[in-house]
């Protein structure tokens, strides 16, 4: 694209399916909402860092979009981002980031490991739901909750570390992690929500380092190789 350009509109590439690699221009600031959607040839993108805004579902189902650099001036990866970007498996975050949001990553099944930003105190609902090569992840050490859904179904998650600065892992968090064997809860959790880790047919051991932690309905439920809950208070 030129140099000159300074604005593209919401859905200007939405379906462009023979469209394998672009390079957006320095002048641009905001990549507007579905701006890319569903163009399942596109590769190769070349965010410049005059951007700022990447707004919703702009790559969402860019199923053959490998490895993304996001600016460093990006505080927010908005709602569905890279929903099913399903070739994915290379993501850059900048240091300025504080939010991922709702189903931003989700059904990314290339996806091995991300590493998330210490800045970052949001992960939203369904952020990493799904992403089905996922084998590790590690919260950073602001955020407070894991939210509903966040990593669930991730069926190859095997470790997760979990700060101390979070206070509730809520529902269905990590419902259908099937290769998660251990997993240690620290003090700081005071609430675990409903089917937080359900169907995690895998857990062997979860230690609770609290006392008075609320369990939701069915938290556990169908942990079929859980051989024991730790709690050393």
Do not use: W
Not at 37 to 54: A, G, Q, R
Not at 117 to 131: H, K, T, W, Y
Not at 186 to 205: H, K, M, N, R, W
Request: hydrophobic share 35%; with cysteine.
């Amino acid at each position: 694209l030129p140099s000159t350009v300074a604005t593209i509109g919401a859905k200007c590439f939405e379906s462009c399916s023979s469209l394998t690699e672009i390079e957006l221009p320095t002048s641009l600031t905001t990549v507007s909402a579905e701006c890319f959607k569903s163009c399942s040839s596109l590769s190769k993108v070349t965010i410049p860092e005059s951007v700022k805004t990447i707004e919703k579902d702009c790559f969402k189902e860019c199923s053959s979009l490998s490895e993304i650099v996001v600016p460093s001036a990006v505080t927010k990866i908005e709602d569905g981002c890279f929903f099913q970007c399903s070739s994915l498996n290379k993501v850059t975050l900048p240091a300025s980031l504080t939010t991922i949001g709702k189903e931003s990553f989700r059904r990314c099944s290339s996806l091995k490991e991300i590493e998330v930003p210490q800045s970052v105190n949001l992960i939203d609902a369904g952020a990493f739901r799904e992403c089905s090569s996922l084998e590790k992840f590690d919260l950073p050490p602001s955020v407070t909750k894991i939210t509903e859904n966040c990593f669930g179904e991730c069926s190859a998650l095997a470790k997760v570390t979990i700060p101390s600065s979070v206070t509730s892992i809520q529902k269905e968090a990590f419902r259908r992690c099937t290769s998660l064997k251990d997993l240690s809860v620290p003090s700081s959790v005071i609430v675990i929500g409903i089917s937080a880790f359900a169907d995690c047919t895998a857990l062997e051991q979860i230690y609770l380092l609290a006392n008075n932690i609320t369990f939701g309905p069915a938290g556990l439920k169908g942990c079929t190789a859980l051989r024991e809950i730790i709690n050393p208070v």
